[in-house]
């Protein structure tokens, strides 16, 4: 999954030279006749929609790579996170982690990656 920033000016997309290099970069390994998925999504303070799917696609790679379970790994990552939803005992969903939060959780999955021998940054 790869993420560009681009920003609506008079009425138009714009988007800034590095990211417009990032792109180009992707195409160029893209085969023709590949179908893309694009998501769109306004940056806000709290978290994105982008680090909630970078946190369960870097779970899964890592899961398919070890051998563990998607939901399995999915719940150790929230058991080392240690966020709890308000007055209960139940794992916070990473779709309410906060943007710090989710940097976090992405920092340890990557971290989980180097030690098991997978680069997921």
């Known amino acids: 999954m790869r993420t560009i920033k681009a920003t609506k000016k008079d009425g ?3 988007i800034e ?7 180009d970069l992707f195409m ?4 023709d006749g590949s179908k893309l998925l694009i998501t769109y999504e306004i940056e806000t303070d709290d978290h994105s929609y982008a680090q909630v799917s970078k946190v369960h696609a870097s779970i899964r790679e890592l899961a398919t790579f070890t051998g563990e379970s998607f ?3 999915k719940l150790n990552l ?7 939803e308000p007055g209960t005992d139940k794992l916070k969903s990473f779709s309410d982690y906060s943007k710090i939060e989710l940097s ?6 990557i971290l989980w990656g ?7 940054s």
């Open 78 to 84: 929230k058991k080392e996170m240690a966020l709890y």
């Open 71 to 73: 939901k399995e790994m």
């Open 114 to 120: 180097d030690v098991a021998g997978l680069n997921l």
């Open 17 to 23: 030279a590095d990211q417009q290099l990032l792109m």
């Open 104 to 109: 976090e959780a992405i920092r340890i999955i």
């Open 28 to 31: 160029k390994h893209v085969v």
């Open 12 to 14: 138009k997309l714009v």
